[in-house]
């Protein structure tokens, strides 16, 4: 796993290890990500950002607007959706601090050029204002409701025929988890639930959320789809439900974890 720590963020060096961005897409050579200094010519139009340190070495992400040759773009998705949790766990830190990097070049404030990064934590601080820029960080719910031994899944207007998901959403100012969670379930499906329970959180860099996973129970009401939201929702039994999200996705493990409870009920 990446190593975050509180140590004085070093400057990119010849024994560091590299992720390379091209804008959004991963730079990649047969599915390696890592590079070492040689593998790559650094440009004066790239963007770099410590971090951490992954088995000792010191990892930077670099953002190029040219991509050097001699290497595959890929999506962060295809990339990280695989069981190997430190990939995940790197790819995603290294591309939510370039997108802040990226994100955050003036002041939000007063429109101050913001060119330093603080030397130990990941801020820049405005040198007119004083105001701090961090990268930001989307808090969202996501929930898998029961009914039974029954489990509600739900397709996005945008999702392709069969591919079904959990109900989820972004938690709104001034709102708690939990209140999300009941607001999305009751806007996206137009049901009650009770018993929401934590079951996990997952970083999710598209571009920078955090999901929050809650096991629920339904309460009442019937399940009435969003329109222009939600095309189609219902429960299916655990046994037989549709095309469910990729396990490596807090999404799909969420499906996975409470058909294994309901099962374990039933025996
Ligand atoms: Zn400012």
């Known amino acids: 796993m990446l190593e975050i720590g509180s140590h004085p963020h070093p400057k990119p060096h010849k ?3 590299y992720i390379l961005l091209s804008n959004h ?7 390696r990500y890592l590079f070492s200094f040689e593998d790559f010519h650094p440009t004066a139009d790239m963007r770099s950002v410590y971090c951490g340190q992954l088995e000792g070495k010191d990892v930077f992400v670099c953002r190029f607007r040219q991509p050097p040759k001699g290497f595959t773009e890929q ?15 790197v790819l995603s830190r290294a591309h939510q601090l370039s997108t802040w990097d990226v994100d955050h070049q003036f002041c939000g404030r007063c429109g101050t050029p913001l060119k330093d990064k603080h030397d130990k934590e990941h801020t820049k601080i405005c040198p007119r204002c004083n105001l701090r820029h961090y990268p930001r960080i989307s808090p969202c719910v996501i929930v898998s409701v029961r009914k039974g031994n029954q489990l509600l899944l739900a397709r996005n207007v945008n999702a392709p025929v069969g591919h079904f998901s959990n109900i989820a959403g972004f938690v709104e100012a001034g709102e708690s988890l939990e209140q999300a969670v009941v607001r999305e379930v009751q806007e996206e499906v ?3 639930i009770r018993n929401l ?5 997952q970083p999710w860099s598209f571009p920078h959320q955090i999901m929050v996973g809650f096991f629920a129970e339904y309460a009442s009401g019937e399940v009435t789809p969003a ?3 939600i095309a189609e929702a219902g429960f299916w039994p655990v046994d037989e439900l ?4 990729n396990p490596a996705s807090i999404s799909g493990k969420l499906v996975l974890a409470h058909q294994e409870r309901i099962r374990s009920n039933l025996s």
């Open 242 to 245: 549709p095309n469910i999200p």
């Open 227 to 229: 329109v222009g939201e």
């Open 25 to 31: 897409l991963v730079l990649t050579q047969q599915q």
């Open 190 to 192: 137009g049901i009650t």
């Open 197 to 201: 329970e934590y079951m996990g959180s």
């Open 75 to 89: 999506g962060l998705r295809e990339l990280i959706l695989t069981p190997d949790e430190t990939t995940y766990s």
């Open 15 to 17: 024994e560091a290890l």
